[in-house]
């Protein structure tokens, strides 16, 4: 897949026209936490049945606390990350 720039700040374009946000991480645990609070919410979220209502609300906040914390933090992701992090953890 070939990738290239767009006029966006971080966002690239492949080869098949999908868009892809990239940012920078820092080492290999910060990725390995991110992915399980992400894997987290995204797997309460798409089998709401089998969760609490905690839980599935857990898990919104997760991710809006991402995409509140990339808004902010646009130039630094790894504040982004950081607030992010601390504002929702899904368990």
Do not use: W
């Not at 987290?40 to 857990?58: G, K, M, N, Y």
């Amino acid at each position: 897949m070939e990738l290239q720039a767009t006029a966006l700040k971080g966002i690239v374009r492949s080869s098949d026209e999908e868009l892809f946000y990239l940012f920078p991480i820092q080492d290999v645990s910060t990725l390995q936490q991110t992915k399980a609070h992400l894997t987290c919410a995204i797997d309460v979220l798409s089998h709401p049945e089998e969760c609490s209502p905690e839980q599935r609300l857990d898990a919104v906040r997760t991710l809006n606390s991402l995409v509140a914390a990339l808004s902010v933090h646009d130039d630094d992701h790894y504040s982004a990350f950081d607030s992010a992090l601390e504002g929702g953890n899904v368990q």
